[in-house]
């Protein structure tokens, strides 16, 4: 089944500590983005992919840091820096250069601080 | 500087009416205007899409109707279930690029 998994679902954080969220596809699509979702905010975006050992700043990008090694995983750190992390994180994927393709979403981690 | 606005924030409506929100955006050069539907604990997924060239989009009782000159769209629900209740997300890109969201409206159909 295509699709893009997101793990783990919950995620606690203990202060001081960095925590990597994961996000895996196998729709084959080229660029993938992180976005944080806080309620009333809507999806702001941390970080983003076109290819493959190339990543880019979002709007949000202080306090988190990615990498993009292999095409189907662009994993999601969230460090000590991030003072506020508590929030619902949404991995999206699409297939650049294609014509009214969607972005599509997994379901999330939710990560909260203990 | 919020690249697309949305409202309202919330929406109460009764089953069988209908549901609009309202996404007003700035950059001229969006030529992509989704919306998505977000369920608690899921990701958004999209409900519908209009590119600058048609003023109105159906499907089933979705509607996107699109006003390039006033840079406005909105979505539209008919006849509106309960099992309509969700967050929506109005958008915009450019060329198939990073999306900007509006702020989300949570919709509340009630029996």
Not at chain 1, 43 to 53: K, P
Not at chain 1, 81 to 89: D, G, I, R, S
Request: hydrophobic share 30%.
């Amino acid at each position: 089944d295509g699709g893009i998994t997101q793990s783990p679902k919950y995620l606690f954080r203990k202060e001081g500590q960095n925590v990597t969220l994961s996000c895996e596809q196998n729709l084959n699509h080229d660029a993938m983005y992180w976005y944080r979702q806080d309620p009333g905010q809507g999806l702001r975006l941390i970080y983003y992919s076109q290819i493959v050992n190339d990543f880019q700043k979002g709007d949000i990008a202080e306090g988190y840091s990615v990498s993009r090694e292999k095409k189907e995983s662009f994993p999601l750190t969230v460090t000590s820096a991030q003072k506020n992390p508590t929030a619902f994180y949404l991995c999206a994927t699409i297939q650049t250069g294609g014509a009214g393709q969607p972005q599509h979403f997994g379901d999330g981690t939710r990560l909260s601080i203990l | 500087q919020q690249q697309v606005k949305q409202s309202p924030q919330s929406l109460i409506v009764q089953k069988g009416g209908i549901s609009i929100i309202n996404c007003a955006y700035e950059n001229t050069a969006f030529d992509y205007f989704p919306w998505y539907q977000q369920f608690p604990g899921k990701g958004p997924a999209l409900l519908i899409a209009i590119r600058p060239d048609v003023s109105e989009k159906k499907e089933g009782r979705f509607t996107i109707s699109f006003n390039k000159s006033a840079k406005q769209f909105s979505l539209h629900i008919m006849d509106s279930q309960p099992g309509d209740s969700a967050t929506y997300f109005c958008a915009a890109s450019k060329d198939l690029g990073r999306l900007y969201f509006g702020r989300g409206t949570q919709l509340t159909v009630w029996p």
